[in-house]
């Protein structure tokens, strides 16, 4: 029993709250994440579409999609990573489905997601 109390009093203590914003499956994001090269440290910019978020907690994870030269590339990162210093909303995408795992199989046009209006 005190074992199981120790592992969420862990857990407690490494789940920092996030502080990006809203997003959901369709959006376009921007992900800065930190990249260590030997004893330097550097930013990089990620910018795709929200194929998936999945999971809660410490294990919550959001899945990032983009075209590189013609191909498909994804990157899952985690909320709870130290690594990733920030997410941007780019674009609302409008879309009807939690997971848009059909997007790996469109090419061009057809691989576009509708973007999402509001209305004032």
Excluded: C, W
Excluded at 6 to 26: D, R, S
Excluded at 67 to 76: A, D, P
Excluded at 90 to 99: D, S
Aim: cysteine-free.
């Amino acid at each position: 029993m005190k074992e199981m109390e120790a592992i969420q009093f862990v857990q407690q203590q490494m789940l920092t709250a996030p502080n990006f914003p809203e997003f959901k499956t369709g959006d376009t994001v921007v992900v800065t994440y930190k990249i260590v090269e030997g004893d330097k440290t550097r930013e990089q910019d990620y910018r795709g579409d929200v194929i998936q978020i999945k999971g809660h907690g410490l294990t919550k994870t959001f899945t990032v999609r983009k075209i590189s030269h013609g191909v498909g590339v994804e990157r899952i990162f985690s909320y709870t990573n130290p690594n990733v210093a920030s997410v941007q909303v780019v674009k609302r995408g409008r879309v009807r489905r939690a997971r848009l795992y059909y997007l790996r199989g469109l090419v061009g046009k057809k691989a576009r997601i509708k973007e999402l209006k509001k209305v004032n």
